[in-house]
């Protein structure tokens, strides 16, 4: 098993990507702090973890909250006695609005969620890292962040920050065995734009690139990705920004 003995820590684990990494981690032997915000799915998710014979526990929270990522490291550390991974899963879409149209609640909204969010999570995990020997961190960005134009004004600006966040953090505790990678998805079938009223200037702009994705991709997909980063297999790898789009930013 590429994860035996490790105890992971996954944020937005009740859906999506999360929820196929909570699954996929917990297959290959790792203890799983499953945190989110919706307790009903997350319930579901421990119950089928625990049923397949695996680890899991559930922390309902939000990344916004400072007190609930404390509550999120403190239940990995007291329940299964230390904290190796963390995956920076927990995001928000903006409405695909230009800087012209965009409020500030809105701006706020998706940077606390998809910037200061991980930051805080960072802040809170390493110290962690650091008592057990090293560690490793997954931030799942988007190509948003190493792109212009695939999103929104604030959704774009929040993903460049924390690649750049997560790379700073490679750097600055890699002698301590810390490492910090990202993945940067392309498009995949989540729900993270469901029952959002989309732009129309901002749809017309961004939308019309993808016409040259070759595919969406699915969950799994980068799950899989993840689990490569967040085991020893990828010793050697830290600060690196991974693509996982099918070859769209190849165009």
Do not use: C
């Not at 981690?25 to 089928?48: I, T, W, Y």
């Not at 939000?62 to 920076?88: H, P, Q």
């Not at 699915?218 to 099918?246: C, K, M, Q, W, Y």
């Amino acid at each position: 098993m590429r994860l035996k003995d490790k105890v992971v820590l996954v944020t937005g684990a009740s859906s999506g990507i999360g929820l196929e990494i909570a699954r996929l981690f917990a297959g290959e032997g790792a203890s799983v702090v499953a945190v989110a915000r919706r307790e009903d799915k997350l319930a579901a998710l421990v119950d089928q973890i625990t049923a397949a014979g695996g680890k899991a526990v559930s922390v309902a929270g939000d990344v916004t909250r400072e007190e609930d990522i404390r509550n999120a490291i403190r239940a990995a550390v007291e329940t299964f006695g230390k904290l190796d991974v963390v995956v920076n899963n927990a995001g928000l879409m903006d409405r695909m609005e230009p800087v012209a149209e965009l409020d500030d609640d809105t701006w706020n909204a998706v940077v606390d969620v998809n910037l200061t969010g991980p930051m805080r999570l960072f802040r809170g995990a390493v110290p962690e890292m650091e008592k057990a020997g090293g560690g490793a961190f997954v931030t799942i960005a988007s190509v948003g962040g190493i792109r212009g134009a695939r999103a929104g004004a604030a959704y774009t600006a929040s993903k460049h920050g924390v690649v750049g966040l997560a790379m700073n953090v490679a750097y600055a505790y890699a002698k301590k065995g810390i490492r910090s990678n990202v993945i940067a998805p392309g498009g995949v079938s989540t729900d993270i734009l469901t029952g959002k009223s989309l732009s129309r200037e901002g749809t017309e702009v961004y939308m019309a690139g993808m016409a040259t994705n070759p595919r969406m991709g699915e969950p799994i997909e980068v799950a899989r990705v993840a689990l490569f980063l967040a085991s020893d297999e990828a010793s050697l790898v830290n600060g690196a920004v991974i693509t996982a789009d099918a070859g769209w930013t190849a165009y």
